[in-house]
């Protein structure tokens, strides 16, 4: 049985081996070189690379052969994103859709973080002035302190951006 064109058998293992395409293959890349696209450059040199070679951890021709296909999906893509970098030069801004996908995953991580203190607490007395979490939930004087500082964060943010001079936390 012929085996997948892009599995290879290497030391009782399947690798994934992608020949890029001679409109490619080592050619020099042009500088910025987008990180989307490191997978294809050789960094030393600062040329794209001959092939894209992954692992498929796997001694089995069956599980080789199910695994490669996202990879030559993936491979796929990145040849097309490149020719387009070569043609065009890297891109001028980032796109919607990254962007996109940036703010989601910060939204996301601002709301595990949000709920994990949410039900946890601080502990904060102010009337004893101590800070005794009990991992209860928020107290009273929790919840104002939250709210303090999320206004204050919020008022910054908006300034730096009014400014157009964000921080590097933003």
Not at 63 to 68: C, I, K, S, T, V
Not at 152 to 166: E, N
């Amino acid at each position: 049985m012929a085996r997948m064109k892009y599995v290879q058998r290497r030391a009782n293992r399947f690798e994934f081996r992608f020949p890029l395409p001679d409109d490619l293959a080592g050619k020099a890349a042009p500088v910025p070189w987008p990180d989307s696209l490191a997978a294809l450059l050789n960094a030393k040199s600062g040329r794209l690379k001959t092939e894209i070679i992954r692992s498929l951890q796997t001694a089995d021709a069956k599980a080789a052969e199910r695994r490669a296909l996202a990879h030559i999906g993936e491979a796929h893509r990145l040849v097309d994103q490149a020719r387009r970098v070569m043609k065009e030069g890297p891109p001028e801004g980032i796109s919607p859709e990254h962007i996109a996908s940036l703010v989601r995953e910060h939204e996301v991580e601002l709301l595990e973080g949000d709920e994990k203190l949410r039900r946890t607490g601080i502990g904060l007395d102010l009337q004893q002035v101590t800070i005794d979490p009990d991992r209860l939930g928020m107290t009273d004087d929790d919840l104002e302190f939250y709210r303090f500082v999320i206004r204050s964060l919020d008022q910054g943010v908006r300034r730096q951006a009014a400014k157009m001079r964000p921080s590097e936390v933003v």
